[in-house]
């Protein structure tokens, strides 16, 4: 009399929601519009600007109830987002002579606030499910 009923979950779709590391874009965004010659003063600061609302979001999402594993690769995206616009940053005003936007300024702090804010979500997250001050 008993079945066998299996549910389907939706971890496939998550596994491959959490491996991309959106902060990435942030950086390409801005990379393209740098070659590109576009200006950022319009609707393609705009778009920058929702962007920027919408990575830090996921970002923020992506890092709670995570694996050890993508908890690593997270930690890893997010050092290596740093480190690139920082080079990226550093490139712009001592080889090109440009002064950052006020848009560079805005991705760059996105980048860093995942950096710091998505690990320490992801151990209030770890706390939370060991039952940890509770």
Known sequence: MSENITIKSDQNRMRIFNKIPYTLLLIAYLLVVHITGLDMHGVAGFIFIGLC???????????????TGYFLSDILFAVLAVVIATGLMSYLVFKLGEMPSFYHWLGYAVIIGDAVFSPFNSFRTALRNFGVGS
């Open 53 to 67: 609302v919408i990575v830090l979001i996921i970002e923020f999402f992506k890092s709670g109830d995570i694996s």
